[in-house]
């Protein structure tokens, strides 16, 4: 069998072949531990079509191909037709059996779709859906955040009120994908609605993500060892992932936990330097507003990238992982909190109800609602260890008895034999559905 992956990223397996084994990818690490499986654990060949802002390039080694094309800085809102010949010459030299999409967040994924059309069946992983998505990017944003613009916002053309609808425009493309699949692949009850709402007909399959093994093994999260009063956001880059939320969160916790801190991953908001107000973009003006403002100066930092290691370790360190997300599918990061133990509270949107069932409902907040976040986290800062956070412990070996590898391969290649043996029927049959 031979499949071929469509990316928005080079996935490891590719890049330690170009750059050598110290290569490291952190982005869609889902997909990326799949290809890994795939090329150990199978006779598969896997072709890797992948998106990069250095431009096309190509290579073979044993089993494993790929072909990168021009990724933008800015997304696409429109289809590319040199894109799309180009994905459609790839599929006529390499003849793929199969071709897996990972996500609908960007046009590539209906230009494959039309670039494959009579040629290869093809299934769509369903990740972040941006048509939902963009519903709620400027929910719970002042109009100052959303119609304001800094130097690097007019450089790109990119403020908030630019993005959101650039995802309105690119969530037109997602709908048009889902209604042109014949097979997608989910993981939550949401997800699923959200396909059969566009596309009764798509047949959908159930298979779960992996994560990196690094949060399976090893020490779990403990109270003692944690920093007390601690938070940990994994993203806040961009509205969607609530960090403006967040802030109302810390500065309310702030009069119960002078100490209260949290940690969060990426570039800081606030800036130090006039390089950095060059760099900073409207969503991070905003923050850094509402920081000086509240007064959460010594409350609050960023830590920078980091790899799969250094995310481990701020799991285990925080008191509470806080997960804000105006809208989220499946969060990996919640998943590898849950992984290890570490106490959480996230928002009750999307596929989140799914992943924690029913023993971590109680955990939920809805994304407007900063109150109950406040005082679901107060409740979390007042355990000790003597009183027990077994709800937690038990939601950490739910977590990690559904990361079963050959469990989860099995899933994915029943997936593949099925969707090539429904369009090898319907060639044969003229059956166009």
Same mark, same amino acid.
């Given at each position: ?64 191909? *790929? ?27 390499? $003849? ?11 046009? *590539? ?65 997602? $709908? ?13 009850? *949401? ?29 779990? *999260? ?112 919640? +998943? ?5 133990? +570490?106490?959480?509270?996230? +928002? ?21 609602? +900063? ?63």
């Amino acid at each position: 069998m031979k499949v071929m992956y469509l990316t928005g990223y080079m996935p490891g397996c590719v890049g330690k072949l170009i750059y050598g084994g110290e290569y490291a990818n952190d982005t869609g690490a889902w997909a990326q531990a799949l290809a890994e499986l795939i090329i150990r654990d199978t006779d598969i060949e896997l072709v890797c079509v992948y998106g990069d802002r250095r431009g096309r390039v190509s290579g073979r080694r044993g089993r494993l191909s *790929w072909y990168a094309f021009h990724a933008p800085k800015v997304a696409d809102t429109a289809c590319d037709r040199k894109r799309q010949g180009f994905f459609k010459d790839i599929i006529l030299q390499e $003849k793929p059996d199969l071709v897996h999409i990972w996500g609908t967040e960007y046009v *590539w994924t209906l230009e494959m779709l039309r670039a494959a059309e009579g040629l290869a069946p093809c299934v769509i992983s369903l990740q972040g859906l941006i048509s939902a998505c963009a519903k709620v990017y400027t929910k719970g944003l002042m109009s100052e955040a959303v119609s304001g613009r800094t130097f690097h916002d007019m450089v790109r053309g990119d403020g908030i009120a630019e993005t959101a609808r650039r995802f309105a425009l690119r969530g037109e493309a997602e $709908k048009e994908a889902l209604l042109r699949a014949k097979a997608v692949i989910g993981r939550t009850s *949401w997800d699923r609605s959200v396909v059969c709402a566009i596309n009764p007909d798509a047949v959908y399959h159930r298979c779960e993500e992996l994560i990196r093994p690094v949060f399976l093994k090893g020490r779990r *999260w403990s109270y003692e060892e944690c920093e007390k009063h601690s938070l940990f956001m994994s993203q806040a880059s961009y509205p969607i992932k609530g960090m403006h939320m967040a802030l109302e969160i810390v500065r309310r916790l702030k009069e119960s936990y002078p100490d209260v801190h949290l940690y969060t991953t990426g570039r800081s908001a606030v800036c130090k330097s006039m390089s950095d107000r060059l760099r900073q973009n409207s969503y991070e003006r905003y923050l850094s507003r509402r920081i000086s403002e509240y007064s959460l100066d010594d409350n609050v930092t960023w830590l920078g990238h980091l790899d799969a290691a250094g995310m481990r370790e701020q799991y285990l360190k925080a008191n509470v992982f806080l997960l804000p997300s105006l809208v989220e599918n499946s969060s990996n990061s919640l +998943t590898e909190a849950m992984a290890l133990d +570490t106490p959480f509270v996230a +928002t009750d949107t999307g596929g989140t109800p799914d992943m924690v069932g029913d023993a971590g409902r109680g955990r939920l907040f809805e994304p407007d609602d +900063t109150k109950r976040a406040v005082m679901l986290i107060d409740e979390i800062f007042k355990q000790k260890e003597a009183e027990g956070f077994e709800d937690f412990r038990r939601l950490g070996e739910m977590a990690r008895a559904s990361h079963n590898e050959k469990k989860i391969l099995m899933q994915y290649m029943n997936c593949y034999e099925d969707v090539i043996r429904k369009d090898t029927y319907r060639k044969s049959t003229g059956i166009k559905k």
